[in-house]
C-alpha cells in the first residue's frame, strides 16, 4: 500500500515483507482492480449521529486495505500462497489470524499473544514455544502444538526463510513446540513469533506430506515434492476457521467493503471495545475521497501530497511513523544484459535526483536515502561503524559522473540519445502500480529525468495486482517495487526484500527468475557471494559477527547497486479521533516506531484497550 516490503514486494510491501510490495507471502499477493468501487465506497455502513458517532449500539472501527473477491480471492491463508483474500502485510489479519507475539521496536521487547512464552536454549539449540491454555479455534475445537507444527511444515513446503535457520519442530505435548535450530540465528525468534498460526483441522493434509517428504528427502526439488508444492497452492478451503477476535463476515463482502465481525471465541476478544472493523477496498485513488468523507477512521496508504493537506483542514491527525523501506527501481538482467555492468547502474543512480523524486512524490514523507545501504537509514549506525558508513557513497545527483561511467561503459550518444555497447538505443519501459499515489509519481519522475538525460523511457501503469507477477516471471524492463523492509528492524531482513524477493532466488516458486540478478559477485574488495553473507548477518547470537556481515552487505549493495532505492517512506497516516475512535497513540509515543505493516501500533492498541471505540 502505497506499502513495503517489505516493501513495500512491501510494504505495504513495501514491505515490507514484505514490507506488502515485499514478494506477499502468507496471506498472497493483494488486491483486485479497482474498478466499480466509485460511489459506493464512499459510503459509511452506519449512519452517523448527531455526536458524530455511529448509529446504534455497534462500535466499529473503520480502515482500509485492498483486497479481492472470491473466487479469485480465496481462503488459502498459507505462507507464500498468491492470491488470498488479503495481503500478508495486512495489520488486520493479525485481528483475523493471530500470531505467538507482537513486537514493540522502540522498546525492543515482545508482547505475547498466542503464546504465554518462549525460551531460547543456546546449549541444547532450541527454541520453546508455550501456547496460552483455553485457546480455541472458531469452530469450538481447541488451539493446540499440532497446529503450530503443521504451520511450521507449510512454512517449509513453501520454501520460507524460517528454514534457513531450523532443522525440525515438533508437538512436545499440547501447548509446547519444540523447534530445533539448525543455524542459531537471533532473528529466528522474529519468525516463530511473527507467523500466523493456521489450524491443522484445514492444512493437516498438506502438513504431514510435507513433513514426510521433510525428513525423508529433506528438499523438494524431486517430483513430489514440487507435486506437493503446486496442490498446495491450488487448495482452496471453503469457509476460513480463525483463532483471533474477529472473523470475516464472508456473505456481506462487496467490491466496496468488507466486515470483520467479532469472534468471541478469539484470543482478546473479550479486551477489545470494537465489536466489528469494517475494511473499505481499494487503493489510494479509491480511499482517498472515502477518507475525506471521515467514513475511514485510520489508513496507511501512501497519500498525494494535496490529499495529506486536505485532510488535516478536515480534522485529521497525520500519523509518520517510519516505515523502514520505500520504491527502488528494479532491473531485468535477463533481457538487458548491458545493465550486468555495474558502471551503468552507478550512472543511473547519479542521473537521478532522489530528494526532488520523493518530495514530488510524498511529501516530507518521502525523504532520500543518505547511506544506500539497502536498509533503512535509521537502522544504519546501529550496525554500520563510523569508519565502514564513510566509505558509503550516497550517489548524489552528477550528470559529469554518470555520463563518464556510462561512457567507460561502452554507451556513446547519438545525437541527444544514448545507445547500449551493442548500438542499440537505451530505451526501456518502466512498469509501476498505476493504483499508488507515491509510487507512480515516482515512477513518472525518475521516468522523465532518464529520458531528460538521453534515455528513452516508456511509462507503464498497471494495476498493482499485475506489477509483482509480472516482475517474478521476468516480463519487464524497468521496474518500481519495495526495497528494504517492514518486518523487522534486523537488516538481514532488508536484504531478503532487496536481493531474493524479486530475484531467482524466490521467484522460482512461480517458475520465473524475477530480475534474475546473480548473488555470486565481484566487488572492489574481492568476489563477493551475496546469498552466503545476507544468511551470515542473521546466523549466531553474536551481535559483533553479524555486525561485520551485515557491514560487508552494506558496503556490496552501495558498490553494486542491485537495484536502486529512490528514496526512504514515512508513514502519512490519517487517523480521526473522536467520531468513532477515541484517540490514537499520541506523536511522541515510542510504538510510533513500529512500522505500520508489522506490528501495527493500532492493532496492538486495540489489543490492549489503548485504542478505543469513543
Known amino acids: ?139 469450538g475445537s481447541p488451539v493446540t502444538s499440532k497446529d503450530v507444527v503443521a504451520t511450521f511444515n507449510l512454512h517449509w513446503l513453501m520454501r520460507q526463510q524460517v528454514w534457513t535457520f531450523l532443522s525440525d519442530v515438533k508437538a512436545s505435548d499440547d501447548t509446547t513446540v519444540l523447534f530445533t535450530i539448525g543455524t542459531p540465528s537471533t532473528v529466528l525468534e522474529r519468525y516463530i513469533l511473527r507467523a500466523p498460526i493456521l489450524p491443522a483441522a484445514v492444512y493437516g493434509e498438506f502438513a504431514t506430506k510435507a513433513e514426510t517428504i521433510r525428513k525423508a528427502k529433506g528438499s523438494l526439488d524431486d517430483g513430489e515434492g514440487k507435486t506437493l508444492n503446486g496442490d498446495f497452492q491450488k487448495f482452496r478451503p471453503e469457509n476460513p476457521i480463525v483463532s483471533g ?27 477489545i471495545a470494537f465489536t466489528k472493523v469494517v475494511l473499505y477496498n481499494g487503493e489510494t485513488s479509491d480511499i482517498t475521497p472515502t477518507v475525506m468523507n471521515k467514513d475511514v477512521d485510520y489508513a496507511t496508504h501512501g497519500f498525494a501530497v ?76 546501529d550496525w554500520v561503524s563510523d569508519a565502514d558508513q564513510k566509505k558509503l557513497q550516497p550517489y548524489e545527483k552528477d550528470f559529469d559522473k554518470a555520463t563518464q561511467l556510462l561512457t567507460a561503459a561502452g554507451w556513446k550518444k547519438s ?41 528513452n523511457i516508456t ?3 498497471i494495476t498493482f495486482t499485475q506489477l509483482s507477477p509480472d516482475v517474478l516471471a521476468g516480463k519487464f524492463d524497468l521496474a518500481i517495487q519495495s526495497w528494504g523492509a517492514s518486518s523487522h528492524p534486523h537488516p538481514y531482513f532488508a536484504f531478503v526484500q532487496d536481493l531474493y524477493t524479486f530475484n531467482y532466488v524466490t521467484a522460482a516458486n512461480s517458475g520465473g527468475k524475477g530480475m534474475n540478478f546473480p548473488l555470486k559477485q565481484k566487488t572492489s574488495a574481492g568476489d563477493i557471494d551475496l546469498k552466503a553473507v545476507v544468511d551470515k548477518s542473521a546466523q549466531g547470537l553474536d551481535l559483533e559477527e553479524q555486525k561485520k556481515n551485515v557491514t560487508a552487505a552494506a558496503l556490496a549493495f552501495n558498490e553494486l547497486l542491485p537495484i536502486i532505492p529512490l528514496w526512504e517512506r514515512y508513514g502519512n497516516n490519517p487517523a480521526l479521533e473522536g467520531k468513532r475512535v477515541a484517540k490514537f497513540p499520541a506523536d511522541d509515543d515510542p510504538i510510533l516506531k513500529n512500522a505500520p505493516y508489522a506490528d501495527n501500533f493500532v492493532i496492538m492498541g486495540m489489543y490492549s484497550g489503548k485504542v478505543a471505540p469513543v
Not at 472501527?61 to 492470491?83: E, I, S
Not at 462487496?254 to 469472534?263: D, P, S, W, Y
Not at 497525520?318 to 528494479?330: K, N, Q
Not at 545525437?415 to 519501459?429: L, N, S, V
Open 415 to 455: 545525437g541527444d540519445k544514448w545507445q547500449t555497447p551493442a548500438g542499440k538505443p537505451a530505451a526501456y519501459d518502466i512498469k509501476f502500480p498505476t493504483e499508488f499515489a507515491d509510487w507512480n509519481p515516482a515512477a513518472t519522475n525518475a521516468a522523465d529525468q532518464l529520458t531528460k538525460f538521453g534515455f
Open 245 to 271: 477476535p474477529f472473523t470475516y463476515d464472508v456473505k456481506s463482502m462487496t467490491n466496496a467493503q468488507m466486515a470483520l465481525v467479532k469472534n468471541d471465541k478469539g484470543l482478546f476478544a473479550d479486551k
Open 459 to 461: 511509462k507503464r501503469g
Open 306 to 381: 494535496a490529499s495529506e493537506k486536505s485532510f488535516q483542514n478536515n480534522g485529521f491527525r497525520i500519523l509518520r511513523p517510519p516505515v523502514y523501506s520505500g520504491p527502488a527501481l528494479v532491473f531485468n538482467y535477463t533481457t538487458h544484459p548491458e545493465f550486468a555492468d555495474v558502471r551503468v547502474r552507478q550512472a543511473i543512480a547519479y542521473i537521478l535526483d532522489r530528494g526532488e523524486n520523493g518530495t514530488i512524490a510524498l511529501g516530507e514523507s518521502g525523504k532520500a536515502c543518505k547511506f544506500m545501504a539497502g536498509f533503512s537509514d535509521q537502522a544504519v549506525p
Open 1 to 139: 500500500m502505497s506499502p513495503t516490503g517489505n516493501n513495500e514486494s512491501a510494504e505495504r510491501a513495501r514491505t515490507n515483507e514484505v514490507s506488502r510490495r515485499n514478494v506477499l507471502q502468507l496471506f498472497g499477493i493483494a488486491g483486485i482492480g479497482v474498478a466499480g468501487l466509485g460511489s459506493a465506497v464512499a459510503c459509511s455502513p452506519s449512519k452517523p449521529n448527531a455526536q458524530g458517532g455511529d448509529g446504534g449500539s455497534s462500535k466499529e472501527f473503520h480502515g482500509a486495505y485492498p483486497y479481492q473477491l472470491p473466487p479469485k480471492g480465496h481462503f488459502n491463508l498459507g505462507p507464500g500462497v498468491t492470491d488470498g483474500i488479503q495481503a500478508a502485510n495486512s495489520p488486520y489479519n493479525d485481528l483475523v489470524y493471530p500470531s505467538a507475539g507482537l513486537y514493540y521496536w522502540a522498546d525492543k521487547k515482545w508482547e505475547y499473544m498466542m503464546a504465554e512464552s518462549g525460551t531460547l536454549d543456546e546449549k541444547a539449540s532450541t527454541y520453546t514455544l508455550k501456547l496460552r491454555s483455553g485457546l480455541t479455534w472458531s469452530d
